[in-house]
C-alpha cells in the first residue's frame, strides 16, 4: 500500500489540542484535590489554581470556537451513521484480528463516524456542562450572601454532583482516548501527527477511483500547505 505524507493538524489545532489536554488534567487534579480524593496542592492553592485554569479553559474554548466557524473545520463534527457499526466492530473485534482500519483518514475527514459522535457529544454537552456548572459553583461560592441567592441556580449539593459527574465522564474519556491513539498505522502514528502536524496517509491508485473517504481503503485527499504562511492558519 502506497503512503503519501499529509500536513493533516494545522498550528492552531496543535496548540489547542494541547492545552486543552493540559488543562482537562490539571482540572482534574486540581478539582478532585477540592473534591477530597487526595491532598497534593492544599485545599486552598487547588481551590484557586482550579478557578485560574478554568477561565484560562473558557478563553481557550472561545477561541476554539471561533477557529472552528472561520476555518470550517465545524464540519468535521457532522455526525454520520455510514460505516459507524464497522467502526464500533473494528475496536470491539477487528483490531484484535489486525483487520484493515474500516475507514481511511483525509485532510477533508479526519474523523471517524465514532470519533465523530464523541468529540461532538464532548463539545456541545460535556464542555458546557462543566462550565456552566462550575460557574454557577464558582460563583454560588465566592459572590456575597446577597449575590448568591439572586443567582437561583438550585442547591450546591446539585451543581456539584453535575459538574463531578461531569468530571468522571472526562476521566473515562481521556483514558479510552490514550489508549485509542495507539491504534493508528503504527503505535505512535497518531501522536506524531498531532505533535508536528505530519501523518502518513494510505494511498493507492485503485482507491483513487472511489471519492467517499468514509469508506475503506479510498483516495487521500492531500491539502499540504504551499507555504508556511498557509500551515499557520
Ligand atoms: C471551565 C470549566 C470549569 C469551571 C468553571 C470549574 C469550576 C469549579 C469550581 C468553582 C469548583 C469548586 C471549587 C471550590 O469548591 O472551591 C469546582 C470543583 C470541581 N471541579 Fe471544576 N471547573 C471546570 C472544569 C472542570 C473540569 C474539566 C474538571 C475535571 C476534568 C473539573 C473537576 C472538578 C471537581 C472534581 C470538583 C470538585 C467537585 C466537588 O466535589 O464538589 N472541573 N470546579
Do not use: C
Amino acid at each position: 500500500m502506497a503512503k503519501e505524507r499529509v500536513y493533516i493538524y494545522k498550528q492552531y489545532e496543535r496548540f489547542w489540542h494541547w492545552t486543552q489536554a493540559f488543562l482537562v488534567l490539571f482540572l482534574a487534579l486540581t478539582g478532585f484535590e477540592v473534591h477530597g480524593s487526595f491532598t497534593f496542592f492544599g485545599f486552598e492553592a487547588a481551590a484557586n489554581l482550579h478557578n485560574k485554569a478554568a477561565w484560562a479553559f473558557i478563553i481557550l474554548t472561545v477561541f476554539t470556537i471561533f477557529w472552528h466557524f472561520t476555518t470550517g473545520e465545524w464540519k468535521q463534527y457532522l455526525p454520520t451513521t455510514k460505516n459507524l457499526k464497522a467502526q464500533a466492530e473494528y475496536y470491539i473485534f477487528g483490531i484484535f484480528r489486525n483487520a484493515p482500519h474500516p475507514t481511511r483518514k483525509t485532510v477533508l475527514v479526519k474523523l471517524n463516524p465514532l470519533q465523530r459522535l464523541v468529540y461532538l457529544s464532548l463539545k456541545i454537552l460535556v464542555f458546557p456542562v462543566m462550565v456552566f456548572s462550575g460557574l454557577a459553583y464558582m460563583f454560588y461560592r465566592y459572590q456575597s450572601n446577597s449575590t448568591i441567592h439572586s443567582l437561583e441556580v438550585g442547591s450546591l449539593e446539585r451543581i456539584a454532583w453535575t459538574h463531578s459527574l461531569g468530571a468522571y465522564i472526562l476521566i473515562a474519556f481521556v483514558i479510552v482516548h490514550i489508549y485509542l491513539i495507539t491504534t493508528g498505522h503504527t503505535i505512535s502514528s497518531n501522536l506524531k501527527a498531532m505533535i508536528t502536524g505530519w501523518e502518513e496517509l494510505e494511498t493507492d491508485d485503485a482507491a483513487r477511483k472511489d471519492k467517499d473517504p468514509l469508506k475503506p481503503q479510498k483516495e487521500v485527499v492531500t491539502n499540504q500547505p504551499k507555504n508556511e504562511a498557509e500551515k499557520s492558519t
